[in-house]
């Protein structure tokens, strides 16, 4: 079956950088894109964007520019959220997901990344 | 950016009906949204229960239900459980790419 499964939790200060993993596994990996989706402390769930992942090309939600990078490595199925300069505000579970309307959608684990000095 | 409307909070009786509903701010909501519903219970991963407006996972419970109404998506849970107790979000499909909406807090008392 599907499956997403995600790096561990991240504790980084203001000004440094993560990168958050996503390994995909069960189905055809360059079949569907990949989306990443935040959800800070005690609130909803914000689409940040997502990766094709047939051609790498990445498509970023407004308020999400700059920062945020994403990535893909084929060779491992597995995509990639890069945040740098990072601020107390980017503290949130991230969370990669295959949202589709054509197949089964499946959902990571999440990733919590806290940003404190 | 298109603006996707939940109500905050509902409540529904163990074994009640309840319907959610999900409305754009660009207009009516149509299959073109590929309307989808999440379920995310505290501490979990959202889990997905309905896609493209009406089709169930192999885990979603037979009580859920997806459809059009009124210009919204709808989520009818028929037969409320006290495991269905949870946060539900919308999704819909835009040119752009996907909006969330804000969550419906689901209490079932």
């Keep these: ?117 | 950016q298109a603006v996707v409307t939940q109500e905050p909070s509902l409540t529904v009786s163990p074994g009640g009906t309840v319907t959610l509903t999900c409305g754009s701010s660009t207009g009516a909501v149509t299959d073109s949204h590929y309307p989808s519903w999440c379920q995310q219970k505290p501490g979990q991963a959202p889990r997905t229960l309905i896609y493209y407006t009406s089709d169930k996972h192999s885990w979603t419970p037979a009580r859920f239900s997806g459809s059009l109404v009124g210009g919204k998506a709808a989520l009818t849970l028929s037969g409320a459980q006290p495991e269905d107790e949870a946060e539900y979000y919308c999704l819909l499909s835009y040119s752009g790419g996907w909006v969330f909406g804000g969550g419906t807090k689901l209490s079932v008392l």
């Design chain 1, 1 to 117: 079956q599907v499956q997403l499964v995600q790096s561990g939790s991240e504790l980084k200060k203001p000004g440094a950088s993560v990168k958050v993993s996503c390994k995909a596994s069960g189905y055809s990996f360059t079949s569907h894109a990949l989306n990443w989706v935040r959800q800070a402390p005690g609130q909803g769930l914000e689409w940040m964007g997502w990766i094709h992942t047939n051609t790498g090309i990445p498509t970023y939600a407004r308020g999400f520019t700059g920062r945020f990078v994403f990535s893909l490595d084929s060779s491992v199925n597995t995509v990639y959220l890069q945040i740098s300069s990072l601020e107390a505000a980017d503290t949130a579970i991230y969370f990669c997901a295959r949202l589709t309307p054509y197949a089964e959608n499946s959902w990571g684990q999440g990733t919590l990344v806290t940003v404190s000095s």
